[in-house]
């Protein structure tokens, strides 16, 4: 398909964040320095890019209680419910951990609070690994935001790193309401400087293309966010791991095409996507992240 | 005029709160202690009330220049700017505080937030003489809620002891969504207990009767507040300040008649007024508050 005046614009800020880059850099130099290097779940929520972690030797368990005696466990960029990581240290087996630094913070923040007897609200999904490590670190004292006991008097609230911040800010106003008799509500900013600049180009994206490709993995919370992002904003958005996904049906008669990808989604599957995407619709790239072979 | 089943709703939470009743009650022990009693501005904001405490020898300066060598200054319920304090005490009069305690604390509060590195939100009226006491205990450091700088990276925030929860809770949301970029956002819910009361009163009378009678001064901020509330439930209400400002063509046709009254409103207020309704009516009062004379 060739057509005139087709413009592809790709985000800056698709892509790698730090922390994916640093936990998957920790994977790679843990496969290197150990044998029986494993992650409890995926080290990111990036299928191809676990794929190629496990070719070199890092294998995924579903549980700690598979790690075998003597190996090296990588801690995932999403964190680690504090009992499992006691388990692990009781184990005696080799820890390194890959925690993002910001999920780190947020970690280390219910923490205190908990210490100066606040009950924390967590904003998030309740599912994800990272909320559920989140969680742990209230020792009992934290709460999913919608579960926060209606008498609370001192509140903290944090949020997922990944979430969206309008939603976050949203969710303070409900525990506000819901708790009106607090007499303080402390809330911190755990969302992510990387996921804010992120999630703010895909909308400014989304005001101006007629369609956005968010490249990701399903399972990406981030990803998924874009999605929802996009869409808010009335523009179709197509949620895609790999280029093979990719359908023409999609780009019929549009001039302007948007990508972006999550905070797991590799170089090289963006790189492949936006090929993919010149090859379907003759369009020019312009602007946004500059592609490693141009 | 005699009408029959007509109700008469008195709240119970109408009049004298605790910093009110505690204000007036030092006033006029000051005043049986000492001669040259003043307050800078009035005591509280009803002028009925003010008008016994002049009588009584308590007068009313507008400016702390005023104040004669060797007199006697109540500070009045809703407190007074730090500046105003500091030339006081070189005035080197008595000075006796019949700051509302819970205006006291929200002064605190907002002191200790500015040593702690915040800037501090006051979510209130700038010119109501409570906000600007609350603004001048962040020497510099404190801000009308709108006026807070876009930048500011860890937030403080309090209300008027007097603000409506909502619109408390509304204007955070706004503070939140016009600093995203903060990091910490440090809540005081310091709406004084009374206020939320009388106010959660003041609604649930709103749905219930189709008139509403609300008693205090004109320059009454949590009086004025009422009035709001019942208008934001669709009820009409009618702000008064003594029995003889009521007009028999309000309760034209009305077989549920409501009466509150503000904070600094007195019972022999109250009462008149209940007891003009009554007449005018030909109601019956139910429930709510037990007159004095009753």
Redesign the interface.
Known sequence: MERDGVVICVASKAGFCFGVKRAVQIAFDASEKWKEVYTIGPLIHNPQVVSLLEENGIRVLSSLEEVPHGATVVIRSHGIPLDDLRKLRDKGVRIIDATCPFVKKAQEIVSNLVKKGYLVAVVGEAEHPEVKALLSYGEGKAFIYKDIPEGAKKIGVVSQTTQI??DF?DA??RI??GC??????????TVCQST?ERQLECKNMAAKVEVLIVVGGKNSANTKRLVEIASDCGVKAYHIEVPDELDVSWFFDKKMIGITAGASTPDWIIDAVVDRVKKLTGGIVQDGRVQRDE
């Open positions: 911040l309008s800010f303070v106003s506000m309401k009106e008799d607090f007499t303080e509500l402390r809330v911190f900013n804010a």
